[in-house]
């Protein structure tokens, strides 16, 4: 039997990434699903994209600008604010995030209840961005850990302490947009989550020109002759000079052996069908927590200006879902006249998710609307196109304890290598980052 160089399991970023560095290797990626991508989905409709994963990738010097212009494709800044709120009655997408509280219609008791809270997540935010800023010659590893170290002890709701229901509500979507709600994830991870809507072009700041699957869908068709769709993986075994996958296409079972192999799967799975992983790698595979998250795009007509044009993201606490995203705002920026249409997509994490995943999609797309009409009156009259999907292993999310499972999972495993955004706090950019370091560290020892 032939003994490729190396097996990739999984087509997402992660994986695509890894096989893109490997390119000229002899390689083999297997993807379960029928279109590459995992969870970056977006569809085109003529000058927009719909969108329900991934939406946001990393800026200049980072892995994935490396990716990008490896590839070819464009990607810009994003546009408009990105720390705009709808609550209460009330459309902010102006001024300081400070003055909210003094905007929107609560008690004073919320009021003061958010002042102060806020002001301990703002020393923090500041604490967070010294702390977690790379060191020079600094590697991968060392910086993840300390990220992960920062604030471990703690959930998020622990920290800031019990808050009245409106106060409650004003920081919980920028929280749970990592699909764990506020009293599941760590102190450091929902301080992370306000240092990066905050500080606006650091850390995840750029959309994809014409949708994030324009990446995943490149790199899958200028891989394809090295690339199996359909193909469902059962067992990844280690052996002591090569690696044995089992997977089934078609109806038939095939095996195929390899000198290394990439597991750019989500951990679960990973844990699942490699059957001789290190005792500590699999205990730590184990340990990772995900949350659901439900999402839907919604393609509308009107031709006059929106009170959304010039945002990109809306937080909306007291809905189904927590964030309204404008898919079409990039295009907007790029218009001399308001053009026809929007692109809007809805986001549903955690225990959003849990209470919507299980519901058809026209029950969830109704529920939607209702949300959607409350906050832009006439909405659904607008909509031409809704569609609605569900990613039970969302997102990752860091907890209390974390920090504890990183050196498991990134130290060596003889043949394999783990790729995912599971084993850092950055998502897409983690996913591509250490989809390449598994790629540079095989082509090490093949050369």
Same mark, same amino acid.
């Given at each position: 039997?032939e003994i490729?160089d190396?097996i990739?399991v999984?087509?997402?970023?992660?994986?695509?990434?890894?096989a893109?560095?490997?390119?000229?290797?002899?390689?083999?990626l297997? *993807?379960?699903?029928?279109?590459f991508?995992?969870?970056?989905?977006?569809?085109?409709?003529?000058?927009?994209?719909?969108?329900w994963?991934?939406?946001?990738?990393?800026?200049?010097?980072? /892995?994935?600008?490396?990716?990008?212009?490896? $590839?070819?494709?464009?990607?810009?800044?994003?546009?408009?604010?990105v720390?705009?709120?709808?609550?209460n009655?009330?459309?902010?997408?102006?001024?300081?995030v400070?003055?909210?509280?003094f905007?929107? =219609?609560?008690?004073?008791?919320s009021?003061?209840?958010?002042l102060?809270?806020?002001?301990?997540i703002?020393?923090a935010?500041?604490?967070y961005?010294?702390?977690?800023?790379?060191?020079p010659?600094?590697?991968?590893?060392?910086?993840?850990?300390?990220?992960?170290?920062?604030?471990?002890?703690?959930?998020?709701t622990d920290?800031?302490?019990?808050?009245p *229901?409106d106060?409650? +509500?004003?920081?919980?979507?920028?929280?749970?947009?990592?699909a764990?709600?506020?009293?599941?994830?760590?102190?450091?991870?929902?301080?992370?989550y306000?240092h990066? $809507?905050w500080?606006?072009?650091e850390?995840?700041?750029r959309?994809?020109?014409?949708?994030?699957? %324009?990446?995943?869908? %490149?790199?899958g068709?200028?891989l394809?002759d090295?690339?199996?769709l359909?193909?469902? $993986?059962?067992?990844?075994?280690?052996?002591?000079?090569?690696?044995?996958v089992?997977?089934?296409?078609?109806?038939e079972?095939h $095996?195929?052996?390899?000198? &290394?192999?990439?597991?750019a799967?989500?951990?679960?799975?990973?844990?699942?069908i490699a059957?001789n992983?290190?005792t500590?790698?699999?205990?730590a595979?184990?340990?990772?927590?995900?949350g659901?998250y439900? /999402?839907?795009?919604?393609?509308?007509? *009107?031709?006059?200006p929106?009170?959304?044009?010039?945002?990109?993201?809306?937080?909306t606490?007291k809905r189904?879902?927590?964030?309204?995203?404008n898919?079409?705002?990039?295009?907007?920026?790029?218009?001399?006249?308001r053009?026809?249409?929007?692109s809007i997509?809805?986001?549903?994490p955690? /225990?959003l998710?849990?209470?919507?995943i299980?519901?058809?999609?026209?029950q969830?797309?109704?529920?939607?609307?209702?949300?959607?009409?409350?906050?832009? =009156?006439g909405?659904?009259?607008?909509?031409?196109e809704?569609k609605?999907?569900?990613?039970?292993?969302?997102?990752? &999310?860091?907890?209390?304890?974390?920090?504890?499972?990183?050196?498991y999972?990134?130290?060596?495993?003889?043949?394999?290598f783990? +790729?995912?955004?599971?084993?850092?706090?950055?998502?897409?950019e983690t996913?591509?980052?250490?989809?390449? *370091?598994?790629?540079?560290?095989?082509l090490q020892r093949?050369?």
């Amino acid at each position: 039997m032939e003994i490729k160089d190396a097996i990739i399991v999984g087509g997402g970023i992660a994986g695509l990434a890894a096989a893109w560095e490997l390119r000229e290797k002899d390689i083999l990626l297997l *993807e379960s699903d029928d279109r590459f991508g995992g969870r970056l989905s977006s569809e085109r409709r003529g000058k927009y994209w719909l969108n329900w994963g991934g939406h946001v990738l990393a800026g200049e010097g980072s /892995s994935t600008d490396e990716l990008l212009k490896s $590839v070819g494709i464009q990607a810009s800044p994003v546009p408009g604010t990105v720390t705009g709120i709808a609550m209460n009655g009330k459309v902010i997408l102006d001024g300081r995030v400070e003055s909210y509280p003094f905007r929107i =219609p609560m008690s004073l008791k919320s009021r003061m209840a958010i002042l102060k809270a806020g002001a301990k997540i703002r020393l923090a935010v500041m604490k967070y961005g010294k702390i977690v800023a790379p060191k020079p010659g600094e590697n991968f590893k060392d910086h993840q850990q300390r990220i992960y170290e920062f604030e471990n002890d703690q959930t998020f709701t622990d920290y800031v302490g019990k808050l009245p *229901e409106d106060a409650d +509500a004003i920081f919980r979507p920028t929280v749970s947009r990592s699909a764990g709600d506020p009293e599941e994830i760590s102190a450091g991870a929902g301080i992370g989550y306000f240092h990066l $809507v905050w500080d606006k072009g650091e850390g995840l700041s750029r959309n994809v020109h014409g949708g994030a699957a %324009t990446l995943t869908n %490149t790199l899958g068709e200028s891989l394809s002759d090295k690339t199996r769709l359909g193909a469902v $993986v059962t067992e990844v075994v280690q052996h002591q000079d090569h690696v044995e996958v089992t997977y089934t296409e078609n109806g038939e079972v095939h $095996v195929v052996k390899a000198k &290394y192999a990439i597991m750019a799967t989500p951990a679960p799975i990973t844990n699942k069908i490699a059957t001789n992983l290190d005792t500590d790698m699999r205990w730590a595979l184990d340990q990772i927590k995900y949350g659901p998250y439900v /999402s839907a795009a919604f393609l509308t007509n *009107e031709t006059d200006p929106q009170v959304w044009d010039d945002a990109y993201a809306i937080a909306t606490p007291k809905r189904s879902f927590n964030v309204a995203f404008n898919m079409s705002n990039l295009n907007r920026s790029w218009e001399s006249t308001r053009e026809k249409g929007s692109s809007i997509m809805t986001f549903s994490p955690a /225990s959003l998710a849990r209470k919507l995943i299980d519901q058809s999609d026209e029950q969830i797309i109704q529920t939607y609307l209702h949300d959607l009409n409350e906050i832009f =009156p006439g909405f659904s009259d607008k909509v031409v196109e809704a569609k609605v999907q569900r990613f039970p292993l969302g997102l990752a &999310y860091c907890f209390p304890g974390r920090a504890k499972l990183q050196p498991y999972l990134t130290k060596p495993d003889g043949r394999l290598f783990l +790729a995912g955004d599971y084993l850092g706090t950055l998502y897409t950019e983690t996913s591509i980052k250490t989809g390449q *370091e598994a790629a540079k560290n095989i082509l090490q020892r093949l050369s």
